[in-house]
Nanobody, 124 residues
Framework: QVRLVESGGGLVQAGGSLRLSCAAS????????MGWFRQAPGKERQFVSA????????YYSGSVKGRFTISRADAQNLVFLEMNSLNPEDTAVYYC?????????????????WGQGTQVTVST
């Protein structure tokens, strides 16, 4: 079993930045590809970004590419999502997830473990 806990969310003005963290316990994160998803009120959960098991490949949705950066620090069992140039459309609960699969990272279905989420609110 893996327990994932997100942190770093909050209220930020448009144009600002936040850095989300995902801390894992129970198993080493090096066993997993890691992803970030988000869900806004009344909307479906949406893929944001993912990083492969060895960190060699990263993936981004079109809406965040160039603004968000995913990274991992397996020695500390941490995954990060650096978010820049935030806009109100980025407002959502952000979830960290872990997958044992080697592909398909943009699909929530391939993830085995999920965190409880952290709220990100971007004001105008």
């Amino acid at each position: 079993q893996v327990r994932l806990v997100e942190s770093g969310g909050g209220l930020v003005q448009a144009g600002g930045s936040l850095r989300l963290s995902c801390a894992a316990s129970g198993r080493t994160l090096s066993s997993f590809a890691m992803g970030w998803f988000r869900q806004a009120p009344g909307k479906e959960r949406q893929f944001v970004s993912a990083v492969s098991r060895n960190g060699g490949a990263t993936y981004y949705s079109g809406s965040v590419k160039g603004r968000f950066t995913i990274s991992r620090a397996d020695a500390q069992n941490l995954v990060f999502l650096e978010m820049n140039s935030l806009n109100p459309e980025d407002t959502a609960v952000y979830y960290c997830a872990a997958s044992t699969r080697p592909y398909g990272f943009s699909s929530a279905a391939v993830y085995d473990y999920w965190g409880q989420g952290t709220q990100v609110t971007v004001s105008t």
